[in-house]
């Protein structure tokens, strides 16, 4: 198995333009979760998914950050417009029973200039 | 939701020293779970604890949960170099939601 895959891996973009984070997660998995890192707030859970409905997304920062999971196996995370505070990395993660751990991708580093 | 504090932020760790992290909270907690972070890497599982008391190995690692489930802490003992980085806790809660600690981030000194 190729593990949580993330794309782009980095991602510099100007203030003001759209931002689409991508996520596959391992297959047969049945969560999957958007998680924010930075030095300041450490690992924020954005929102999280089970069988591709959202569940909480109650750590969304605010109505420019969106989130969809259209099927099993795609995650989207989209900031519009971005702004030079969304600067973090971004990590998916899947995970399959209630007593495993999660698998987190390799992230998404953004640079909002 | 239930928070989980960490300390120490920082451990400068002399190679081949043991050292201690902890991980408190304020109220009961169903389970720990425990994470690495490799500078510029990502978390990666290393243990879940759900009883009280409950004592777990992984080689060098030593991981163990509370009596009354309210603390964890982390032993490693001869630290290595390959030992850097954060190692963060994390309490699943209902609905399968984790939440992390802040994480205390080891550095060794060779």
């Known amino acids: 198995d190729a593990g949580v895959i993330q794309s782009p891996r980095h991602e510099v973009t100007e203030m003001g333009q759209e931002v689409t984070l991508r996520c596959k997660p391992i297959s047969g998995h049945d969560y999957l979760f958007w998680y924010r890192q930075t030095m300041m707030r450490g690992l924020e859970l954005l929102i999280y998914?089970?069988?591709?409905?959202?569940?909480?997304d109650s750590g969304m920062p605010e109505d420019r950050f969106s989130a969809k999971m259209p099927n099993a196996s795609f995650s989207t995370l989209k900031i519009q417009p971005s702004e030079p505070r969304d600067s973090a990395v971004y990590f998916c993660?899947?995970?399959?029973?209630?007593?495993?751990?999660?698998?987190f991708g390799s992230g998404t580093r953004l640079t909002v200039v | 939701g239930q928070q989980v504090m960490q300390i120490p932020q920082y451990q400068h760790v002399q190679e081949g020293e043991d050292f201690t992290t902890y991980c408190n909270s304020s109220t009961t907690l169903s389970n720990i779970q425990w994470y690495k972070q490799r500078p510029g890497g990502h978390p990666v599982f290393l243990i879940q604890?759900?009883?009280?008391?409950e004592v777990k190995k992984q080689k060098r690692l030593t991981f163990q949960f509370g009596e009354a489930k309210k603390n964890s802490s982390l032993h490693i003992t001869a630290t290595q170099t390959t030992d850097v980085g954060t190692y963060f806790c994390?309490?699943?809660?209902?609905?399968?939601?984790?939440?992390f600690g802040g994480g205390t981030r080891v550095l060794v000194k060779p």
């Open positions: 994390a309490h699943k809660a209902a609905g399968n939601k984790l939440t």
């Open positions: 993660a899947s995970s399959f029973l209630p007593n495993y751990g999660y698998t």
């Open positions: 604890l759900v009883k009280s008391g």
């Open positions: 998914f089970n069988n591709n409905v959202p569940i909480d």
